[in-house]
């Protein structure tokens, strides 16, 4: 089933165009990535896809409905937004962080319920943090940061997260755990629209990747068939090999260093 169809759209902020004629199409349970030079516009192409800001063009088609047309409270109950991963100033403990997510689910004069508490609990365990649950959120990893966030998404129960940059200030072992979550995300059928600055992540575990260059969709296909050397080169402007190991079922990207 396709979830979100995106036409011809042109976006940018205040007085500045950023980008324009970009059309793609996700399903629900596929995985896509965004790759792109920093500036690019990769921020804001999300912001417009949520609805936070107004497209200059073209259509955002989400669940089979204009995007223009949809109120704030119902784009919120479809989509939800994953941010990096940030420290935050009140010691909200980490079950409180991710019932937050259920805000689209509650009225604006209510108090979370017993169903609400049930899905956060859902959200944690899918996560693998439940653990976590009665830990400050600000005495955490940041990694477990990053998989608390996303159990935040999850509690509201989207039928698409977009994420921005999700494994930015990661460890190694942290990027590799929420890499191996947005697949699993997507093998429960829902679909996931993520930006990374590593190629290598589109082909550990996006099916198709998509690249933004000069406000425009150079690129839009297979991981594997995709993230090639001249792509790359393209958008980051400097040499990278891209090839398969032995043992491993994704090729490897490696930038050339003089």
Partial sequence: MMLLHVRDLAFGYG???VGSGVSFDLAAGEVLCLIGPNGGGKTTLFKTL???????????????????????????????????????????????????????????????????????????DALGIGHLADTVYTEISGGERQLALIARALSGEPRLLIMDEPTASLDFGNQARVLGQIRRLAQAG???????????????????????HGGRLVADGPSAATVT??????????DVVVAPVPGLAAPVCVPVVD
């Fill in 190 to 212: 829902i679909a996931v629209l993520f930006s990374t600055h590593d190629p290598g992540h589109a082909l550990l575990c996006a099916d198709r990747l998509v690249a933004l």
């Fill in 15 to 17: 007085g500045r165009s």
């Fill in 50 to 124: 949520l609805g936070l800001l107004p497209a200059r063009g073209g259509r955002v088609v989400l669940g089979g409905t204009d995007l223009s047309r949809l109120s704030r409270s119902a784009i919120a109950r479809m989509v939800a937004a994953v941010p990096q991963a940030h420290a935050a100033f009140f010691p909200f403990t980490v079950r409180e962080v991710v019932v937050m997510g259920r805000a689209s689910r509650i009225g604006p004069f209510a108090a979370p319920g017993p169903s609400d508490a049930a899905a956060a609990e859902k959200a944690l």
């Fill in 229 to 238: 050397p001249a792509l790359l080169r393209l958008i980051y402007g400097i």
